[in-house]
């Protein structure tokens, strides 16, 4: 029998359509980013009104690296600046930080500020996890590496050495901007997630849209393989 009416633990969110909210509102790119770390913080302030205990965000994958160097730099200094101005509050409202994906590939100061940032926040009960230099596949090879390293490969060893190993299985995951694809996120812990695509773009949205998104969830059935 299929799962009905269960309660979302862990959402994901592809956040897509920053630089399509920025042209529509005749403003550059970098415009379209800022407004998307709005929607971010806006977000991440609604978290206390939902039973959620982990919500992921993709805000910069392995493949965003071939974008121009002046969006890319861009986008850096917005997640310093985020990271300087909203840490206390993480801390204030028991926000966990965790970062998934090869971070430690980013610029030295950006690394030190998130080891700061995962000390700071490791005793939040509510997990925001963020994509950082993130690639499914990529987290996988290196998974699959680990995994054989300690011993044989099965679901269960490999999926423990997943960067979301400690995190709940993922319910839910939501992209943004019209656009239907999983964009190499979170491919594994797909597996069995429900989607929901909405035509949002980033900037524009709301805790009423997650809302949305999870009452959508919680009418569906799930079977996970069963029936
Ligand atoms: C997609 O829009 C969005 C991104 C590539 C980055 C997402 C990043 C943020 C929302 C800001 C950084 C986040 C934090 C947590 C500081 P796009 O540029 O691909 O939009 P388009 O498809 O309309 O061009």
Known sequence: MGVEGSRARHVAIIMDGNGRWAKRHRLPRAAGHRRGVEAVRKLVRSLRGFDLECLTLYAFSSENWKRPVDEVDDLMTLM???????????????????????????????????????????????????????????????????????????????????????????????????????????????????????????????ADMLAAALDDFERRERRFGGR
Do not use: C
């Open 80 to 206: 310093r600046r985020f990271i300087r101005s909203d840490l206390q509050e993480f801390v204030d409202n028991g926000v966990r930080l965790k970062i998934v994906g090869d971070w430690r590939a980013l610029a030295p100061d950006i690394v030190a500020m998130l080891d700061d940032a995962l000390e700071r926040t490791r005793h939040g009960e509510r997990t925001l996890a963020v994509g950082l230099n993130y690639g499914a596949q990529q987290e996988i090879v290196r998974a699959a590496r680990a995994a054989a390293a300690a011993g044989p490969i099965t679901t269960e060893t490999l999926e423990a050495h997943l960067d979301t190993a400690d995190l709940p299985p993922l319910d839910l995951m939501i992209r943004t901007s019209g656009e239907m694809r999983l964009s190499n996120f979170l491919l594994w812990q797909a597996a069995y997630a429900e989607l929901v695509f909405v035509d949002t773009l980033w900037p524009d949205f709301t």
